[in-house]
């Protein structure tokens, strides 16, 4: 019984289709318009933007690095000629303590003759 109900229905709700008029003149179909194929030129102007600013970054990326290694390799001179004045400083305290043995002095002073005098003798310790 509700099947014949809905078939009414179905019946009554339909309305009769429209004839397609004969004159009628077809679509014209639309071609995109040029701007649509592109990007617009706020578009092309925000990527030209970024790219700038990218280009930016990368040129100043590598002039810091050129900075960095140029300094580093200032550091590495500075070290090095820490390295051998301290080898000098030591080299020279070496000299002085061969040149202030006590056999040394003794015979350079028998030589200009100089006498030892116990009374007069100083130790210095360093």
């Known amino acids: 019984m509700m099947n014949d109900n809905l078939a009414r229905q179905y019946e009554m709700n339909q309305q009769p289709l429209q004839q397609p008029d ?5 679509e014209k179909v639309r071609e995109p318009s040029p701007k649509a194929k592109g990007l617009t030129r ?10 700038a ?5 990368a040129v100043v ?3 810091l ?7 580093n390799r200032s550091i590495q001179d500075i070290q ?3 390295v051998v004045t301290q080898i000098e400083n030591e080299n020279f305290e070496q000299k002085v303590q061969e040149l202030s043995r006590y056999d ?3 015979s350079i002073a028998i030589e200009n003759g100089l006498e030892m005098n116990e ?8």
Do not use: D
């Not at 600013?53 to 970054?57: E, K, P, Q, R, Y």
């Open 65 to 71: 690095s050129m900075q960095v290694s140029t300094i």
């Open 53 to 57: 600013v990218l280009f930016g970054l």
């Open 22 to 26: 004969i004159n009628q003149e077809p």
């Open 80 to 82: 090095s000629q820490a």
């Open 61 to 63: 990326h590598i002039a």
């Open 104 to 106: 040394r002095v003794y």
């Open 119 to 126: 009374e007069q003798i100083r130790n210095v310790f360093r």
């Open 42 to 51: 706020l578009e092309s102007a925000v990527i030209s933007f970024f790219g």
